[in-house]
């Protein structure tokens, strides 16, 4: 689907020109003369003049700005204020850019263009670091927690739910010790089991981790840490 441009101007000529000359490259292109209410179709992108009624451009791009569903949306102001402090103004508020008129339809379609690529990769990133969120990673070995897969160098490693659960718990806090009373505690809360259980579940996972398996370490009397780097 193509990206979607508010434009919103006091002067219909400037909203359909702006209009016809994105629509030719592809754009989804709405315009209003005065701030609009936004509905639940968000724009990608809004190209916004200063000088209106009975909101000004700067006072509808705070109320954007300070609204958690509309914050995110890239704001190039378009405007004749080309005083320093109206353009320092408009960056403290939050826009993406500042374009005085009267511009050139070239150069703003390239303004347009790299805001709308750094939008697209500032949201890409924030995908990752969720994604991230949701992993322990050590080197190669990787823990999906929304998943419950265990990664050896890429190569998936069937976990059992209680050989999952006790390496996910060591790994979260690398360098901790955790007693066999804490991790029966934290993985088996419900059920009674001996202390045996966690030494045996602890063999198995080291056979799976491979190369990994000196990582995952033993305190005599005290219990088991997951050590990696310098930690």
């Excluded at 102001?77 to 993406?96: N, P, R």
């Excluded at 059920?191 to 045996?200: A, I, K, L, M, S």
Aim: charged fraction near 30%; glycine fraction near 6%.
């Amino acid at each position: 689907m193509s990206e979607k441009i508010l434009v919103v101007d006091d002067e219909p000529d400037i909203c359909e020109i702006l209009r016809l000359n994105f629509e030719i490259d592809g754009y989804q292109v709405e315009t209003a003369e005065e701030p609009p209410t936004l509905g639940d179709n968000l724009p990608d992108l809004i190209l916004l003049d200063v000088m209106m009624t009975p909101k000004s451009g700067f006072e509808w791009a705070q109320e954007l700005k300070a609204d958690p569903r509309t914050a995110a949306i890239p704001i190039i102001f378009c405007t004749a204020k080309t005083m320093e402090d109206d353009i320092l103004q408009g960056f403290s508020l939050g826009s993406d850019d500042y374009v005085c008129k009267p511009f050139r339809i070239k150069e703003l379609k390239a303004r347009v263009k790299a805001v709308l690529m750094r939008s697209k990769n500032e949201a890409a990133h924030e995908k990752t670091n969720e994604s991230d969120a949701n992993k322990i990673c050590y080197e190669g070995l990787t823990l999906d927690l929304e998943s419950k897969e265990c990664r050896v160098d890429g190569a998936l490693v069937p976990f059992t739910k209680l050989e999952f659960e006790v390496l996910a718990l060591l790994m979260s806090m690398p360098g901790h010790v955790f007693s066999r009373e804490k991790i029966l505690h934290e993985v088996w809360p419900q059920c009674y089991v001996t202390d045996r259980t966690v030494d045996v579940n602890i063999a198995r996972i080291r056979k799976k981790i491979g190369r990994y398996s000196e990582c995952l370490q033993s305190r005599f009397g005290y219990g088991y840490l997951f050590k990696w780097g310098d930690k």
